[in-house]
């Protein structure tokens, strides 16, 4: 019997397992995608924020505040990319003030380091982009950038080493309560498990459900951006917020850790949790608000449009508590969840000691991982390393200097990736300026070579999204 069953394999999830995997404990993690980060986190803001807009006293001040450290120390000792760039929040009238007065009292409560009100010209002075419409702005110098999808990865490829098992692609269709436990039913399979950790996301209601009814909801809310080339990743130095409202903390200006500029994102509440598709609307609102915060951006910088789809719980802080012997939730995960999952996943440690589970630390616990990112090296770093490997001489991406060493690392990896966009997360090969318009060719050759399937069956990342439709002459 597994010890703890996690279901769910985003930021939240991965979070658990890392911390989890500390311990002398038998865990499997199931995730319903083929892959590590492939729904909400996957389209993410990539903001670690510093800790001033959650309500004082809420889960989300506390495990912001925490998270936030552990993201910084974690990073580094897992090779993900992280910046502290700190963020500013506008205002352009007295209620705008008003709300930045507000935030700066939170933020003091909060226990944030460093926050401050400025006026306009000195938020100008820092940022020269900024709109001559602002008259104040907090500042938040310990709001830092990082890759989502890559935080998660680090987290659940690190489990793995630890001993984590992972099975993907394995959608939970029941629950129900054993003796000295539960049996999960899946695609793939039952697990009988002693301990359950409901990480489901966008389906926590629906997977907190097949045990018993659910006493809250989850309500999908699309957010969509606007990703600019490198051209323009130079425009401000920090994140850039509007005013928060009842929709959210509002349309971000941020620069990100591979030198692009992200807008957005919107908020739209969709019937269903899949529905990441975009739309001009909703897009043309997004460019118009942020135009207001910085002018001149140009929207033929544009390389994409994307969506990503959050869950908002209708209850106002993060779900964290064992809901029946031995199952708990870890629900309604909206922002800052990406900042707060390390802490979230220390809080389900401490809740399982609190409810009798005895844990012990193992000696030999794994907490680091190296990763070859060829772009950043210096030219004798390169040319040693393509001595002991030629592989990395070999450049798939153009537009980010990703090698062909690099992939079949990932493919090396504890959770190798199946699919173009895995590899895409892994690695970042394709998103750059052309978008895996030159290397994609070149990528589904290499899945296809390693995984000993035909071309046409390579996906683009989820089941069903597949590329090609044949394959005429040599491949």
Known sequence: ????????????????????????????????????????????TGLIHAGYDPEPGTYMARLNVRGSELAHELCEKLNVSYKQNGAFVIGFDENDRAVIEKLYRQGIENKVPGIEIISGDKARELEPRLSEEVICALNAPGSAIISPWDFAVALAETAAKNGVEFSLGAEVTGIKAIDNGFLVTTSKGE???????????????????FLKEPDFKITPSRGQYYLLDKAAGNAVSRTIFQCPNKFGKGIAVTPTVHGNLLIGPSS????????????????????????????????????????????????????????????????????PGLTSAPAIAEELVRLMENSGLRLYQKNN?????????FRYLDASARADIIRKNPAYGRIVC?????????????????????????IKRRCHAGMGRCQGGFCSPRIIELISKRFG???????KDRDGSYILTGVKGAF
């Open 1 to 44: 019997m597994i010890d703890v069953l996690i279901i769910g394999c985003g930021i939240v999830g991965a979070a658990a397992a890392y911390e989890l995997s500390r311990y002398d404990l038998k865990v499997t993690a199931v995730d319903r995608l083929n892959d590590i980060a492939g729904e909400t986190t996957r389209a993410n």
């Open 191 to 209: 697990y009988p498990a002693k301990t359950v950790v409901n990480a489901a996301g966008l389906y926590a209601d629906k997977v907190h459900g």
């Open 268 to 335: 739209e509440t969709v019937s269903c949790p899949g529905d990441a598709g975009t739309n001009a609307q909703a897009l043309d609102s997004v460019w118009e608000t942020a135009a207001k915060s910085v002018p001149g951006l140009n929207k033929r910088d544009s390389i994409r449009n994307f969506a990503g789809v959050r869950a908002i719980a209708d209850v106002d802080d993060f779900i964290i508590r064992e809901a029946a012997r031995g199952f708990y939730d870890l629900a309604g995960i909206k922002s």
């Open 365 to 373: 616990f794994i907490d680091r991982r190296d990763v070859v990112r």
């Open 398 to 422: 153009r537009c980010e200097s990703i090698t062909e060493g690099e992939i079949l690392d990932a493919f090396n990896s504890p959770i190798p990736p199946t699919t173009v966009d895995g």
């Open 453 to 459: 399937i035909n071309p046409t069956e390579v996906l």
